[in-house]
């Protein structure tokens, strides 16, 4: 990775942005304001997560998405500013959603990207003011410019992601993101409405002593699994797992360590999902240095067949991740 490509903490995300597409001499902008779109939508989500104690918008929305899970209201909610962001800004053509079943076609044909979104991830943890995030994914589209999208252009698999990125409600607010020259960091000033470079061209660690799993679901692991985690409880490993993915993988990107979603009986796939929350993880942390794997093979390698499809994840440091492939 280039060093001259880390410009000096501090700067905004639009000024990045901007200075990040002068390296492309061909790039057209578009790209440059899809993530200027996300970025406004992560406000607004940003805010209404702040709020959400104070008015009526915690809890279960009394609807279920099409995979079965009670929806949240701030499911919902999130999704919708996601939509009408990426809609409004004029770059999406289609989108995939957590929280809607078919495509949504935003009639934007003339536009070249297709975006698969985890609007609201953590969802369990709204009520109970632990962090949540936002989890994105950019294509280009396939299809000819002009028509509808179709269910190819969000099937062209990991590697073909032209970015990714995702948000993080917490502590602070932060941003970060690859188009596929390394992973910046933002973090995000309410009082002033905007991003800052804050983690510039992040890598992750080797090696780490942090394992996330959910734990409870042990005896339904196979057998390869549960060796490592004895292994990572001999060694006396931290456990640390909050629930949601965002969160856990931000920490161990950080700091070291692997998250793991196993298959288990019940849900044979493990519960990740492929498009939303596997690759676009797999693609940043692999631009950080890191490694994911379904267990067998490159994450981004598995063939992606539905949109909703689900995949075991194993994601972390390349050391951790190659240990538990082998186990
Ligand atoms: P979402 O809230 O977007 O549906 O995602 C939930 C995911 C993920 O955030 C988290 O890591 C995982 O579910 C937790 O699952 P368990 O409760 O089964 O551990
Ligand atoms: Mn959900
Ligand atoms: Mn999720
Ligand atoms: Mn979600």
Redesign the pocket.
Known sequence: IDEKLALPVGVTLDRFIKWNQQDFPFATGELSQLLRDIALAAKIVNREVNRAGLVDITGASGAA?C?G?SQ?KL?VIAHIRFMRALTNGGEVAGIVS?EEEEILYTGNDQARYVVAI????????IDVNVS??T?FSIYRRISPLGTPVVLDDFLQGGTAQIAAGYVLYGTSTVLVYTTGRGVNGFTYEASLGEFFLSHPMIRTPEDGAIYS??E??LPAFPGGIRTYIDRCRERNYAAR????????FHRNLLKGGI?L?PPTAKAPQG???LLY?CYPLAFLNEQAGGAASNGFQRLLEVPAQSVHQRCPLYIGSPRMVREVEEA
Request: net charge negative; proline share 3%; glycine share 14%.
């Open positions: 998405n995979q899970e949240q499911d957590e985890d609007p609201l991830d953590g969802s369990s943890n949540i995030g989890i799993v959910n409870g679901n797992y909050i629930g949601s993915l965002v969160g856990d998250y979603y519960k990740l999902r929350e």
